[in-house]
């Protein structure tokens, strides 16, 4: 399983675009890039996958360059909730089969008033 | 549609107890995993497992710790002889059998404390 470095913490105040990023340099051709949320006392909650390019959902976008050695999760315009651990984790995707996720120590979002 | 359900959601025990933590997947999601999560610790996958099988155990410690996911009834993670290091919290996750690998359901988890 492909590892993956994310910052430890980030700071960020209301209303500002929060831009993480997670380096996987030894991403497979068929692993897909994952982010997940996580508050405190709660389990993770699913953000984004995607697997080139640009994906983008209701909450997030999630940017992957060409070599898809790294990925960056944007949030736009923070609010206070947004306040969590986000992880990102690489892995491959296996129709009719699930595996275990690998979770790194993940990137510590404190959005201040 | 109710979502991953875990009980208790905390559980104290005294050391050399047994702690029985239960996870009940979201409807129509035949696949369960659990994870171990320490204070400041991203979470460790312990086990996965299947109506009536274990697939895949890599994460479990080799002894004291034991899972099942009976046909009937919620999967049971099970920790005999409770020693103070199992203080954690216990995430269990579920997933459909076409869900994709890295989209897994979590509950609230069980916060278990072994005094």
């Known amino acids: 399983l492909a590892k993956t470095t994310q910052p430890i913490s980030m700071d960020s105040y209301e209303g500002q675009e929060v831009n993480i990023t997670c380096s996987h340099n030894n991403i497979a051709t068929n692993d897909y890039i994952t982010w997940y949320q996580q508050f405190p006392s709660q389990g993770p909650r699913f953000i984004i996958q995607?697997?080139?390019t640009k994906v983008t959902n209701e909450v997030a976008s999630l940017f992957i360059p060409a070599d898809r050695k790294s990925s960056t999760l944007s949030l736009p315009r923070v609010s206070l909730s947004d306040t969590a651990v986000y992880y990102c984790l690489v892995g491959a995707i296996s129709s009719g089969s699930a595996r275990q996720l690998t979770f790194g120590s993940g990137t510590q979002l404190t959005v201040l008033p | 549609n109710a979502g991953v359900m875990q009980n208790p959601r905390h559980l104290v025990r005294r050391r050399g107890q047994e702690a029985r933590l239960r996870c009940s997947p979201m409807?129509?999601?035949?696949?369960v995993y659990w994870y171990r999560q320490l204070p400041e610790e991203g979470l460790k996958f312990m086990v996965y497992l299947q109506k009536e099988n274990i697939i895949d155990e890599s994460g479990m410690p080799k002894e004291r710790f034991s899972a099942e996911f009976p046909k009937e009834g919620p999967s049971i993670l099970r920790i005999q002889q409770v020693v103070r290091g199992d203080s954690a919290a216990y995430f269990c996750?579920?997933?459909?059998?076409?869900?994709?690998?890295?989209?897994?359901?979590f509950g609230p988890g069980t916060r278990l404390t072994v005094l």
């Open positions: 995607g697997y080139k």
């Open positions: 409807k129509g999601h035949s696949h």
């Open positions: 996750a579920s997933s459909g059998p076409m869900s994709s690998y890295n989209e897994q359901f």
